[in-house]
């Protein structure tokens, strides 16, 4: 069964989604390389294990599109791997604002649209699919701590989908600038190959690990702990799901074992 598993990679064309798609081609996955800019030679490399589909993660029509159409080519889908980012293209300080009465122009959130509602589109799209697929499940990897660590009991216990993060430090990809590179110790640059490992341990572990987070810091991955409830059970009740509350929200109740009735 693994050696058939189907992988969608978003933001495959570079950095860390293209060596994580060619470490899953060279384990016998098969990989939807989704991307906004093709990479037609990396695909062309990884042969008929790999297809590669055009895609804006934060179009939600694009991203259907693509999850459609991976389905149709491969007829399951066992992992999403939510990586297509970009770095903050606006500057909320507004220094070069300064001194000037007129009120600032909008901010540009496509930071937000691509690296967070890419995810929240991504993983709509994957329960919908991994609904389908023989055994249904999967697992979803994405960039984002709290998203992922918010939905995870609940896709759990209701669509047997595991999700985690994956959080990596400075990576040597072409989001980084050289000079930025240049201006780091080589001892604090995090190597593209850990990155890969930890979506591995994702995607290959026990189905009883889920909604952990995987900090990669140079050489060392350490899974993030989660925080306390600093007044203990008064805090706890505050982030505790209430059923009625849920089941008016998503019209059935949330089979939490803790939820309150
Ligand atoms: N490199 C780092 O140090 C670092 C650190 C922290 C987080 N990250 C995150 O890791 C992820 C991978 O980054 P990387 O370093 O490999 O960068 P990269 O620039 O090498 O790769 C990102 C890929 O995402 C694609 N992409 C961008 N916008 C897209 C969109 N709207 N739809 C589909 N694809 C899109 C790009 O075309 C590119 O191929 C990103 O989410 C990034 O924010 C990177």
Not at 18 to 46: F, Q, T, Y
Not at 70 to 93: E, P, T
Not at 123 to 138: S, V, Y
Request: aromatic share 8%.
């Amino acid at each position: 069964m693994p050696s058939e598993r189907v992988a969608i990679v978003t933001g495959a064309s570079s950095g860390m989604g293209l060596a994580l798609s060619r470490d899953l081609v060279n384990r016998g996955w098969k990989v939807a390389m989704a991307d906004i800019n093709p990479n037609v030679e990396l695909s062309k490399e990884l042969g008929d294990k790999a297809e590669f589909f055009k895609c804006n993660v934060a179009d939600y029509d694009s991203q259907a599109e693509m999850f459609q159409k991976a389905w149709d080519k491969f007829g399951r889908i066992d992992a999403l791997c939510a990586n297509a980012g970009i770095v903050d293209r606006s500057s909320v300080y507004i220094l070069d604002h300064r001194g000037s009465n007129k009120i600032p122009p909008k901010p540009d959130l496509s930071c937000t649209d691509i690296d967070y509602k890419g995810v929240v589109y991504g993983t709509q799209l994957a329960i919908h699919f991994m609904r389908k697929n023989k055994t249904p499940g999967g697992k979803i990897v994405a960039t984002v701590l709290n998203f992922i660590r918010a939905v995870s009991r609940v896709l759990k216990i209701k669509e047997n989908i595991t999700t985690h993060a994956v959080l990596p430090g400075i990576v040597h990809t072409n989001i980084i600038p050289q000079a930025m590179i240049d201006a780091v110790s080589s001892e604090a640059l995090t190597p593209v190959s850990s990155i890969v490992s930890a979506y591995n341990r994702f995607l290959d572990g026990d189905d009883s690990l889920n909604g952990e987070a995987l900090e990669c810091a140079a050489d060392k991955q350490m899974f993030v702990p989660r925080p306390e409830y600093l007044n203990g059970g008064i805090s706890k009740r505050a982030c505790t799901v209430w059923d009625p509350l849920f089941k008016m929200y998503h019209h059935e109740l949330s089979e939490l074992p803790d939820a309150i009735p």
